[in-house]
């Protein structure tokens, strides 16, 4: 079967966006982690299918690296916004839904800012924050995040007795440069691996900044891709709405591959 797909970055986090609205990718996860594979695929950090959905300009199915079916991905959902305005579903302003409910979105040029679930609690304990922006959310705060061991303190974590048994968790790594101003790395479950950027991650990570230092936004946020941009609404302690993830989503290229 050879399938048409698209390849998206956004920050660095890379997508294969295969345009799905006939509702005919039918694969198993072992030929979707193969598609992602950096050597025997296209290489990417998860695939994404843009299907329709009554109701709503699409639907976005988000798959990880590893084969699986995720929970919600913030930088896909921004790459899934500019594929779907490049395929000419909308002309500067969307609404779709994902599997963590509807989302609205705003493309002006290769800029998307896209509106975030609610988030509802942020539990804050000795050493770390844990949230759930769409996807669950480690937070640590260190010196230096050049000098961090991402990938082996992250897997740690993941696999751990805490949130191991629960489904395991992404795992981010924040450094303060300046008030609103923030760099993160992060090793991301079902990639097994340090991305170069998380949009989930990056919003946990403002959001927990907002908790511990009280900064009213919007957060820039470095990350080893770039920069982007979150912005939010305290609405009560530990209560945001109005989160938005805003940064440059791009077609890389273009292409047919074999299943
Ligand atoms: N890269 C994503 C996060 C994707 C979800 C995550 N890997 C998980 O399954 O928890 C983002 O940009 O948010």
Partial sequence: MTIPFYKYQGTGNDFILIDDRAATFAATTEQIARLCHRRFGIGADGLILLRNEPGYDFRMVYFNADGREGSMCGNGGRCTVQFAHDLGLFTSRTSFLAVDGPHEATASYDLISLQMGPVHGLEQHDTYDFLNTGSPHYVAYVDDVA??????????????????PLGG?????????????????????????????????VTACALSARAHFGWEGPVLIETVGGTLQVTFRETAPRQFEDIYLIGPALRVFEGTVEL
Avoid at 147 to 164: K, L, M, P, S
Avoid at 173 to 195: A, I, M, P, S
């Fill in 147 to 164: 000098q961090t061991e991402v990938v082996a303190i992250g897997r740690a974590v993941r696999y751990g007795d805490v949130y191991g």
């Fill in 169 to 201: 968790t992404n795992v981010n790594f924040v450094q303060v440069l300046n008030e609103n101003h923030l760099k993160v790395r992060t090793y991301e479950r079902g990639v097994e691996d340090e991305t170069y950027s998380c949009g989930t991650g």
